[in-house]
């Protein structure tokens, strides 16, 4: 009985001294720096743009090494250069990491570290990393009425509240066109051509070139870039641009059709308007005001379900292609 006791006791001291060292390597290992979690995460493909990247460590940060931190966009040709990052933040164990601005759509991002990343209080990641995600996104009017099966699908997996809505910019805020007929403004003055002017008030960032067509019966008649007023005028307006442009041999009853390009000459705004001068008057002017509740924000599905005169301003200011959703991981 001694012997089988003095063996089991062997046994077992076999047995801690090799499960010891071994608890104890499992141990180290899960205390060394790693990343636990990322959002977004790598290869998610619809990543809103208005996102800030959150990278979460196994351990809280002591600081960050900003130059060893890199987040870059791909080009249409392949290759990646760097956007530039507003801020980098340590809030516990995460790192934020901000854009300084909103990324653009259909575009993939990659994060990358090289090097010493960030300092932990279980020491240093030196892990070279490297993810990417995308920002594709699905037009409303795809998802809501021509694909239901999207719709279902995306209702599957995410909550109205994870599907976010993006109505486009709008950067065109008024439309004044003044029109002169051919002839003399009084009896007893001489006659001159007609001169028709044309006002575009336009927000003040992003807007580049500004179009102009006349068109009649969808037939353009005459078309030009206006141009930029640099000097005060009594229509200048705070946070706005005004362009110009001037045509004669209009005829009285024409279309007026404004275009709104960025500097990438990508068309950001577009409106058209019926032009008709009344009968027997010489100077006519005509001005259109545009005010958005929508343009430029960001929804929830959510937030249009719960509010019925959001959801018809979204729709009564944006044409339903042009509003994009994302969707926002959990």
Do not use: W
Not at 86 to 107: A, E, H, M, V, Y
Not at 157 to 180: C, D, G, W
Not at 220 to 228: D, E, R, W
């Amino acid at each position: 009985m001694k012997r089988l006791i003095g063996t089991l006791g062997m046994v077992l001291i076999l047995l801690l001294s090799i499960a010891v060292p071994f608890f104890n390597q499992q141990a180290k290992a899960s205390s060394y720096p790693q990343i636990i979690k990322m959002s977004p995460d790598s290869r998610d493909q619809f990543v809103p743009v208005d996102t800030d990247i959150q990278i979460q460590f196994n351990s809280p940060i002591r600081s960050i090494n900003s130059q060893n931190i890199k987040l870059q966009v791909k080009t249409n040709s392949g290759y990646f250069y760097n956007v530039p990052i507003k801020s980098l933040r340590k809030d516990g164990d995460t790192l934020r990491i901000i854009p300084d601005g909103n990324f653009q759509f259909n575009k993939e991002y990659r994060v990358e570290f090289n090097g010493s990343a960030a300092e932990l209080q279980n020491g240093t990641y030196n892990t070279y990393l490297s993810y990417s995600f995308q920002t594709n996104y699905i037009d409303f009017y795809e998802l809501m009425v021509v694909n239901e099966r999207r719709l279902s699908n995306m209702l599957n997996s995410y909550a109205p509240r994870q599907i976010k809505v993006f109505p486009p910019e709008r950067y065109i805020n008024e439309l004044t066109v003044m029109h002169k007929k051919p002839g003399a403004l009084a009896d007893d003055q001489t006659a001159f051509s007609g001169v028709t002017n044309i006002d575009i008030v336009t927000k003040d960032y992003d807007v580049k070139y500004v179009h102009v067509d006349l068109m009649k019966n969808g037939k353009i008649l005459q078309k030009g870039f206006a141009s930029k007023v640099t000097e005060q005028t009594k229509n200048t307006k705070k946070n706005s641009f005004i362009f110009d442009i001037g045509f004669t041999k209009v005829p009285d009853f024409f279309d007026v059709r404004v275009t709104v390009q960025n500097a990438n000459q990508e068309t950001i705004d577009t409106k058209v308007i019926k032009f008709a001068a009344e009968e027997g008057k010489v100077l006519n002017s005509f001005k259109e005001t545009y005010k958005y509740v929508t343009a430029g924000n960001v929804y929830s599905l959510h937030d249009l379900l719960s509010d019925e005169k959001l959801f018809t301003s979204l729709l009564a200011e944006s044409q339903m292609q042009d509003i994009k959703v994302q969707v926002v991981d959990r």
